[in-house]
C-alpha cells in the first residue's frame, strides 16, 4: 500500500504565498509522474500541474508564473509553491502519484493524498 500525505495547506490573503508538500510513504520502487490537482465547491476536479521523474513540468493556464511545482525523488516528496494567490484558487488541493511498487513488475498504481484545504481571501 502507498500512502501520499499533504500538508502545507491554510488560509492567506490574496498575494500572499502557500508552500504545499505532498509525502509518499510505503512500499515504492520508484514514483513516473506526480501531479497537483485541485476542487473548488461544485467544481469538477481539475489539474494543477504536473511533473515527471526526469523533471518535465506542464502546469495549468491559470497557474502559469504563479506556481512552481517540483519533486525530491531522494524523499518521495513532491511540492508545490504558489505565489500571487488569487481568491479563486481556494480550493482543496489533491497531490497524485504514478507509483511503481515492484521491480520485478513494471505495473503501476495510481495513489491520491486526502487533500488539503487552500483558502485565499481577497
Known amino acids: 500500500q502507498v500512502t501520499l500525505e499533504e500538508s502545507g495547506g491554510g488560509s492567506v490573503q490574496a498575494g500572499g504565498p502557500l508552500r504545499l508538500s505532498c509525502a509518499a510513504s510505503g512500499i515504492i520502487f520508484s514514483i513516473n509522474d506526480m501531479g497537483w490537482y485541485r476542487q473548488a465547491p461544485g467544481k469538477q476536479r481539475e489539474l494543477v500541474a504536473v511533473?515527471?521523474?526526469?523533471?518535465?513540468?506542464n502546469y495549468a493556464d491559470s497557474v502559469k508564473g504563479r506556481f512552481t511545482i517540483s519533486r525530491d525523488n531522494a524523499k518521495n516528496t513532491m511540492y508545490l509553491q504558489m505565489n500571487s494567490l488569487k481568491p479563486e484558487d481556494t480550493a482543496v488541493y489533491y497531490c497524485?502519484?504514478?507509483?511503481?511498487?515492484?521491480?520485478?513488475?513494471?505495473?503501476?498504481?495510481?495513489?491520491w493524498g486526502q487533500g488539503t484545504q487552500v483558502t485565499v481571501s481577497s
Open positions: 511533473i515527471s521523474s526526469d523533471g518535465s513540468t
Open positions: 497524485n502519484a504514478d507509483v511503481r511498487r515492484f521491480s520485478y513488475s513494471s505495473r503501476t498504481f495510481s495513489s
